[in-house]
């Protein structure tokens, strides 16, 4: 069965440092989204993609943040200036209408 | 502030029983329900998704929706210690082209032998 891949599945990074959180999703999805998990909290929404731009942001996603699906296949998510409470775990997901979100595995963001 | 709610745990249970997981949302206006399962450093992995009143089994899971009651729930019947996770309940509240999911904080199974 296809997957949703990220890439890297941990990223070690300083403060202030630009990341960018790669994904591949599957190939009939059309909706994309990253989402956030700090460890211990809940799963949080960070953006959703559609059509090539973004459909809905949340309050976490501010200026520092940004998605690009810059070929059509691979989706990213850029931080620019990583701080410390940006460690999480960042969860790629992808759908199609009136379909569940399937989840990538992940990549564990560590800012020190 | 549309919230979905859930017991932290952890719920324990032995093997072999039926374990009952419940969740909670604010907005009436929800449309779809799911369950996610997800381990310890892991993603969600999808379990059900519900999206009218009454039951809906799949195997050992049946999920319960009451959209009256704004009320969703999991039972897992013939609990496995492989079953020991955190279960999370997600809400799709049709926002728009790209509906988003909120999540619940989740609910921690032990399943005991």
């Known amino acids: 069965e296809p997957e949703v891949t990220q890439t890297p599945s941990h990223q070690v990074t300083q403060m202030g440092q630009e990341v960018i959180l790669r994904c591949v999703p599957i190939s009939n999805h059309l909706y994309f989204y990253w989402y956030r998990q700090i460890l211990g909290q809940k799963v949080e929404f960070l953006v959703s993609?559609?059509?090539?731009?973004?459909?809905?942001k949340s309050e976490i996603f501010d200026d520092q943040f940004s998605v690009e699906r810059p070929d059509g296949s691979n989706f990213t998510l850029k931080i620019r200036s990583t701080k410390l409470e940006d460690s999480a775990m960042y969860f790629c997901a992808g759908g199609r209408v009136d379909s569940p979100l399937h989840f990538g595995n992940g990549t564990r963001l560590t800012v020190t | 502030q549309k919230e979905v709610e859930q017991n932290s745990g952890p719920l324990s249970v032995p093997e072999g029983a039926i374990a009952s997981l419940n969740c909670t949302y604010s907005d009436r206006v929800s449309q779809s329900f799911f369950w996610y399962r997800q381990y310890s450093g892991k993603s969600p992995e999808l379990i059900m998704s519900i999206y009218s009143n009454g039951d809906k089994e799949d195997g050992r899971f049946t999920a319960q929706l009451n959209k009256a009651s704004q009320y969703v729930s999991l039972l897992i019947r013939d609990s496995q210690p492989s079953d020991s996770a955190t279960y999370l309940c997600?809400?799709?509240?049709?926002?728009?082209?790209?509906?988003?999911?909120?999540f619940g904080t989740g609910t921690r199974l032990q399943v005991t032998l």
């Open positions: 997600a809400v799709k509240y049709n926002t728009g082209t790209a509906s988003k999911l909120t």
């Open positions: 993609f559609y059509n090539n731009e973004i459909s809905e």
